[in-house]
């Protein structure tokens, strides 16, 4: 059997014991924002959600953390306007999940690059998932890849992200390991998984290429979706538990999925450490991995400068897997 591995450089090596540094006191912001990169529904929502619930419920806020939306590019758009226009707002953190990291290596957010930013922490860890409809066609990823191979455009798949995005390289990625030229397959594309789960209820593509945490909070929604296939190393804890790994049906990929925030480049040393220090308050919190697991999240703890240490490795990472699959890094 092929194997094509895909996983965090870090993490789980990383222990909350991390994070236990002392805290310094700096001015809270007035008016927080957590900015979500896409529609609503989709990885970056949960991520502003969890921050917002997170803070707040650690203490580490006292105004309430509101959540706004930037759709366009899967965080091209949020990262232009606070590279170019707000780079210097205290209150105001974005979320960022691995697909940002994949997409700046490919330079598909302009002329901006991982250094322009301060990257705050990574609060948790998400896994890519195989999605179907509850009562459709596919039962198990092998009929899945089955149908694909006797007619790739017969299978429309889903991607949140154009060519080269994460949700297209999982797809790429299991073609390859099924012996398929991913080049003839069938996409469509979408802003954010939130869409492409939408469009997979109306029939309109027969699989999402989704992260577990968006796609199981619309199936806890009472979306008739149901997953074929995880993308993590082992089986997922808990309510997953019965859900099978894609190495287990015989197809060895894996995407690990880092779920964080950044804030803008002229943002203050001291703004910058609150939120440092408020992050970390909120992940040593007893209630964050209860927290994590209502949005089937798991627990990745960074902060500051292992944050940015960790953003710089994984697009270097990003960036060779890029060329594997022919697409541009300059």
Not at 2 to 22: E, F, N, R
Not at 190 to 195: I, L, R, V
Request: net charge negative.
């Amino acid at each position: 059997m092929k194997s094509l591995l895909c996983t965090l450089a870090v993490g789980a090596a990383i222990s909350a014991a991390s994070l236990s540094l002392p805290s310094t006191a700096f001015a809270e912001p007035a008016n927080p924002e957590c900015i979500a990169p896409a529609q609503p529904g989709g990885g970056f929502d949960i991520t502003c959600k969890l921050a917002q619930a997170t803070l707040a419920g650690s203490g580490a806020v006292s105004a309430p953390v509101r959540v706004s939306y930037m759709p366009g590019g899967i965080g091209a758009v949020a990262y232009n306007a606070i590279v170019g226009q707000r780079r210097a707002e205290p209150g105001t953190i974005v979320a960022f999940s691995a697909g940002s990291l994949l997409n700046l290596a490919q330079r598909k957010f302009g002329e901006y690059t991982e250094a322009d930013v301060r990257w705050v922490a990574v609060v948790g860890a998400d896994y890519g998932a195989v999605v179907v409809q509850q009562e459709g066609k596919y039962s198990t990823l092998e009929e899945l890849v089955t149908a694909i191979k006797a007619d790739p455009t017969s299978v429309i798949i889903g991607a949140g992200g154009t060519i080269g995005s994460q949700d297209w390289m999982k797809a790429a990625m299991l073609a390859r390991v099924a012996g398929i030229d991913y080049k003839t397959m069938r996409f469509v594309a979408f802003e954010g998984g939130g869409d492409c789960a939408t469009a997979l209820q109306g029939g309109h593509v027969h699989v999402c290429m989704n992260d577990v945490g968006d796609s199981q909070a619309a199936i806890d929604g009472g979306a008739p979706l149901k997953l074929l296939a995880v993308l993590s190393e082992n089986r997922l804890p808990g309510k997953l538990s019965d859900i099978p790994t894609a190495a287990e049906e015989g197809y060895d990929i894996r995407w690990s999925i880092a779920r964080g925030f950044y804030v803008g480049p002229d943002v203050s040393d001291a703004d910058y450490q609150w939120w440092v220090d408020a992050f970390r308050t909120t992940m040593e919190w007893p209630g964050y991995q209860d927290a994590l697991a209502e949005r089937n999240l798991y627990l990745m703890p960074m902060v500051g400068e292992e944050t940015e240490a960790f953003v710089a490795e994984q697009v270097e990472f990003y960036k060779a897997l890029a060329t594997e699959f022919g697409l541009a890094t300059q």
